[in-house]
């Protein structure tokens, strides 16, 4: 059995994206890295370079990530801190690669720190974009592929299966919004941004972060649910930001002995714990001790999850 047509039709949708910062160094010390290894290790002389002029701007590499293309007018998907520095900046310059050998620089459209995601675009036509499939109804033992640039080495794909879905391993602080596909698909740096999809070549998720004590794969990968990631990407397309839902509870796990305690059967769902007075949980008649176990009919077993989707909940919109 072979996945070869299904990989060909969706990998042209995968791209590489590079980065890199512009320095300014005097001209007086602008050594090029040959010129500073002879003057280190061999005690060459400096270049009599000019005293007075300007300095000059110099292009550093700073990254190599992947990224996805999710409407054929030239935006593109792809994880924040692929497109960020050290510092939670915007990268200087943003070079993206597509599948046929074109290269193209890349406008930051908006970052979200909070879920990784981040919007490219670039001013090209009649790109092909990948099909987005509904990330809620993937399981455990569903066939994945996972495709980027791992490493720079160029565009590659490797298989392997949903290991487990709605993770959380707190890699984006308390603040972040994380609600991971794990995979055992060859995750490795340089896939990052790159696309996770399902065995009809259809985007179920964008790879994001690897467990690893060796910096390389070991078959922990996760990767941003399709949902999650694509309605980040509206927002910042449509308003250049992101805006959450907020409720106005604390929460916590509704565990089997809390369960007991309030004489509820199941032990999954989320026990409120307080509720802010004029929130819009206090005006929905939400109680302390209330445990909601569904929202707008999709249920809710964790506190996390639950966290998801009021965040993933435009304000103002109705909820049941």
């Known amino acids: ?19 890199a ?6 001209s007086s010390r602008g050594l090029s890295p040959e010129e500073e290894l ?13 005293q007075n002029s300007e300095p ?21 998907i792809t994880n924040n801190h692929v497109v960020s520095n050290e510092r939670g900046e915007d990268a200087d310059e943003v070079l993206v690669r597509i599948d046929d050998g074109r290269e193209f620089k890349a406008r930051i459209v908006g970052r979200d720190p909070l879920t990784d995601i981040a919007i490219l675009k670039v001013e090209v036509e009649e790109l092909p974009a990948i099909e987005i499939a509904d990330s809620d109804n993937i399981m455990v033992g569903d066939v994945v592929f996972a495709i980027g640039n791992p490493m720079g080495v160029g565009l590659t794909v490797t298989q392997g299966i949903v290991s487990a879905t709605n993770r959380s391993i707190g890699i984006y602080g308390e603040d972040g919004y994380e609600s991971f596909i794990q995979t055992d698909a060859s995750i490795n740096p340089g ?14 998720g964008v790879n994001s972060a690897i467990l690893s004590q060796s910096g390389g794969n070991i078959g922990i990968g996760f990767a941003i649910p399709s949902n ?19 409720l106005g509870v604390s929460i916590s796990d509704l565990t089997p002995d809390l369960a007991e305690a309030f004489e509820i059967e199941e032990s999954r769902g989320v026990l409120i714990n307080d509720v802010e007075e004029d929130s819009a949980a206090d005006q929905g008649g939400l109680e302390r001790g209330d445990v909601v176990v569904s929202v707008d009919g999709k249920a809710v077993e964790t506190s996390n999850e639950f966290r998801i989707r009021i965040g993933h909940t435009l304000p103002g919109t109705p909820i049941a």
């Open 1 to 19: 059995q072979s996945y070869a047509n299904m990989l060909s039709a969706a990998t042209p949708a995968v791209v590489s994206v590079h980065t």
């Open 38 to 50: 002879l003057r280190r290790f061999f005690g060459a002389p400096v270049p009599d370079y000019d």
């Open 56 to 76: 000059q701007e110099r292009k550093m590499p700073q990254g190599i990530g992947s990224g996805v293309i999710i409407s054929g007018d030239g935006y593109i």
């Open 228 to 246: 999650l990631s694509t309605n980040i990407a509206t927002q910042l397309v449509e308003s250049g930001e992101v805006r959450r839902g907020f």
């Open 21 to 26: 910062r512009i320095v300014r160094v005097s």
């Open 191 to 204: 896939n990052s941004g790159g696309a996770l999809i399902d065995s009809r070549g259809r985007l179920i």
